[in-house]
């Protein structure tokens, strides 16, 4: 029988395979090693193969799609429901094989290596920024401990660090300047190799036609431009810029019912760094409209809303603008789309 939809479960180590035909009879169950996943879809005809979106899927799915086979991620949320009972990898597997085949299952894109590395670039200086900040705040609360503050902020650290080091009259017991130097040191190591990581996403910034287009828009800058263009990838996937925004999870929650809409706060889906980028750069742009603008559609929804509710609206927009800048080119525009004003 010709296996036409496989259900692929992998795992670091053993991958489970699950197999149907036209029918949807069961023909393949087999538990696969590393080793043996590409040797076994090399002999196998051309057919559908699901995998679960995780850590190392876009590889495999690069992989089996070199061999003929036409593969499709699936966000692990939407295979849930199709588990039957248990939690085992043949139970996972057939479950794939089941949402894959769905008309209306909706797929994660298959991403490029150089997606993933832009993106590496993003998860490292994420976790390089965190690890900075635990130091710091580990920095101002040990030496709080011995009555030497410092202000908040960047600055605040600078200060704490010539204090540590230059102060002679600071006392400090050895062991505790020894250990709160070797904390200092680290907070340096930390910031250099930020500062490199940094270097690296705006060079390839600045090689990228489209992640310069995006850097036009306010609100957005070398790092968010270059985290949508790795994060989102063909922006044709996305068939409206509502369906961009609810994937970045930018829109309201539904509780809907009976015909009453009900709306909540955002649904806070999709991707948390990329929301978060976007939102912090529409809280820099109302920092400034407060300063500079007294007119427009922001400048009123601050006087009406909440600060947080203007940030999320403006980084829906922004999400909305981005769309259009990927899937019809060009810059952005503040005047395009406006009507002209009344005579």
């Keep these: 029988m010709e296996i036409t939809t496989i259900g692929l479960d992998i795992a ?31 002999v196998l ?11 190392t899927a876009h590889h495999w799915a690069r992989e089996i799609r070199a061999l003929g086979h036409e593969v499709r991620l699936i966000p692990a949320a939407y295979v849930k429901p199709y588990v039957k009972r ?6 996972d597997a057939e479950a794939i094989c089941e949402a894959v085949r769905r008309p209306t299952m909706r797929f994660v894109p298959i991403k490029t290596p150089e997606q993933q590395a832009v993106l590496l ?29 410092a202000r908040q902020g960047a600055g605040g650290v600078g200060e704490l660090l010539a204090t540590l080091r230059g102060a002679e009259e600071v006392l400090l017991p050895a062991p505790a300047k020894g250990a709160l130097l070797g904390l200092a040191e680290q907070i340096e190591a930390l910031e ?13 910034h600045k090689g990228n036609e489209a992640s310069r287009r995006l850097a036009t828009v306010p609100g957005i800058g070398p790092i968010t431009a270059t985290a949508i263009l790795a994060s989102v990838g063909d922006v044709s996937n996305f068939r409206s810029p509502r369906h961009l925004t609810a994937w970045i999870g ?9 015909g009453k809409p009900r709306q909540g706060g955002i649904s806070k889906a999709g991707d948390r760094y990329l929301r978060r980028l976007l939102v912090l750069g529409a809280s820099s742009v109302i920092c ?29 927009k922004t999400a909305r603008i981005v769309w259009a800048l990927l899937t019809h ?14 005579p």
């Design 12 to 42: 670091k180590r053993v991958f489970q395979a699950h197999g149907v035909d036209a029918a949807g009879r069961a023909v393949l169950r087999r538990k696969l090693g590393r080793s043996e996943v590409l040797d076994v879809f090399r």
């Design 45 to 55: 005809p051309p057919c559908l193969v699901g995998i679960e979106a995780c850590g």
């Design 86 to 91: 248990g939690k085992t990898d043949a139970a």
């Design 121 to 149: 670039l993003h998860r490292t200086r994420d976790l390089l920024i965190r690890q900075r900040t635990m130091l710091v705040n580990a920095l101002r609360g040990h030496m709080a401990e011995f009555g030497i503050i």
């Design 192 to 204: 250099a190799r930020v500062d490199d990581v940094e270097a690296a996403i705006l060079a390839w």
């Design 250 to 258: 930018l829109v309201p929650k539904q509780n809907s019912t009976g």
């Design 288 to 316: 400034h409209t407060r300063i500079q603008a007294r007119e427009g559609w922001l400048a009123d929804l601050i006087r009406r809303r909440p600060t947080m509710v203007a940030a999320v609206a403006h980084a829906n």
């Design 329 to 342: 080119g060009g810059v952005y525009n503040p005047m395009a789309g406006r009507r002209p004003a009344a």
